[in-house]
């Protein structure tokens, strides 16, 4: 099983731009998050998604955020226009619907100058 | 609400001697508590877990923890620590399982730093 996999793992882009991360959950995973971890917050949950469905929102910060699951192997996040205060470590993770483990994807480190 | 707090931000030891790692909660109910572990550069990674079956869990690499509801507390302790352990540690808790989709609400995390 090749875990969680995010990319790209390093994204360096300049304000206003639009930014895309992606990941692929482990197969037969149910549930899907979005987490993004900064020094000064922490990991905070931005969105998770279940069956493909998103079902909680509420962490995203603002509208320039937008996350999309289109089938059971691949979801993204969006940035669009990003900001430098958006510059962060994003994690994805997935779990399965009968158990309370989540596996983390290694994270996309966004860096927006 | 729920919540968790750790105590530390940062925690060091010298190799061979005891770790404690320190977490209190608040839930209105019986929580699912965890603590996730996180090496430079990775994802966190699920260290133990407790779903109020026994209440000292043992997780891997040699580390548990001992949920005490009449101190809300959750500690992290391994009897003899090395330098891989070396990392950041989360407590970690969920709200209603059943409601929330097992989302997991992450304490601000203890940097523990392993001296040879």
């Known amino acids: 099983d090749a875990g969680v996999i995010q990319s790209p793992r390093h994204e360096v882009t300049e304000m206003g731009q639009e930014v895309t991360l992606r990941c692929k959950p482990i197969s037969g995973h149910d549930y899907l998050f979005w987490y993004r971890q900064t020094m000064m917050r922490g990991l905070e949950l931005l969105i998770y998604f279940n069956n493909n469905v998103p079902i909680d929102d509420s962490g995203m910060p603002e509208d320039r955020f937008s996350a999309k699951m289109p089938n059971a192997s691949f979801s993204t996040l969006k940035i669009q226009p990003s900001e430098p205060r958006d510059s962060a470590v994003y994690f994805c993770?997935?779990?399965?619907?009968?158990?309370?483990?989540?596996?983390f994807g290694p994270g996309t480190r966004l860096t927006v100058t | 609400a729920q919540s968790v707090t750790q105590l530390d931000s940062h925690v060091s030891v010298s190799e061979g001697t005891p770790v404690l790692l320190r977490c209190n909660y608040s839930s209105s109910y019986s929580p699912s508590l965890f603590w996730y572990v996180q090496h430079p550069n990775k994802g966190p990674q699920l260290l133990l877990k407790y779903t109020s079956a026994a209440t000292l869990v043992k997780g891997i690499n040699g580390f548990e923890a001992e949920f005490k509801k009449s101190e809300t507390s959750f500690h992290l302790t391994k009897p003899s620590a090395h330098m891989s352990d070396a990392a950041e540690y989360f407590c970690v808790v969920t709200p209603s399982f059943y409601n929330q989709g097992g989302k997991l609400i992450f304490g601000q995390g203890t940097e523990l730093s392993v001296k040879p």
């Open positions: 993770a997935s779990r399965r619907a009968v158990s309370t483990e989540q596996y």
